[in-house]
């Protein structure tokens, strides 16, 4: 089963979701990450990201499943855009489905922090006075 995915295209949340759905379940959490207008000081025009896809996907799913394993989790899933954003745009999605709040908590910012710091997914910054910088790892949202 595929938990982590990229996309080049806007994705709708809700189905996601329900695939976390489980009788086992008694907690939901979840993590979205936005293109916001600003980094360090400087206003952002928009952003690119770009990754070596068959490594991120693989790397994904284990930090998926690390996740899984260490948090007792019922489920997770987790889903990147790459390609152009604009401001305000759905740039990350991670959900947990759990047996208590606690748990999904944990993994849902286990798995967002993990994401960002080892899957080789880089981000091209461009800035309103015209100037532009790539980051990696993604970095604090």
Same mark, same amino acid.
């Given at each position: 089963m595929? #938990?982590f995915?990229?996309?080049? =295209?806007?994705?709708?949340?809700?189905p996601? #979701?329900?695939?976390?759905?489980?009788?086992?379940?008694?907690a939901?959490?979840s993590?979205?990450?936005w293109?916001r207008?600003?980094h360090?000081?400087r206003a952002v025009?928009g952003? #690119?990201y770009?990754s070596y896809?068959?490594?991120?996907?693989?790397?994904?799913e284990?930090?998926l499943?690390e996740?899984?394993?260490?948090?007792?989790?019922?489920d997770a899933r987790?889903?990147?855009?790459?390609?152009?954003?604009?401001?305000g745009?759905?740039?990350?999605?991670?959900?947990?489905?759990?047996a208590?709040?606690?748990?999904?908590f944990?993994?849902? #910012?286990?798995?967002?922090?993990e994401t &960002?710091?080892r899957?080789p997914?880089? &981000? =091209?910054e461009r800035y309103a006075?015209g100037?532009?910088?790539?980051?990696?790892?993604?970095?604090p949202?």
């Amino acid at each position: 089963m595929t #938990r982590f995915a990229l996309s080049e =295209h806007p994705f709708e949340i809700a189905p996601l #979701r329900a695939q976390l759905l489980s009788d086992r379940a008694g907690a939901f959490a979840s993590f979205e990450g936005w293109v916001r207008d600003h980094h360090a000081g400087r206003a952002v025009a928009g952003l #690119r990201y770009e990754s070596y896809a068959a490594l991120a996907l693989a790397e994904g799913e284990r930090v998926l499943e690390e996740a899984i394993e260490r948090f007792a989790i019922v489920d997770a899933r987790c889903v990147h855009r790459v390609g152009d954003l604009a401001i305000g745009e759905l740039a990350v999605w991670v959900g947990v489905s759990a047996a208590h709040r606690e748990a999904a908590f944990a993994a849902c #910012r286990y798995i967002i922090d993990e994401t &960002k710091s080892r899957v080789p997914i880089w &981000k =091209h910054e461009r800035y309103a006075d015209g100037d532009a910088d790539w980051l990696h790892p993604t970095g604090p949202a």
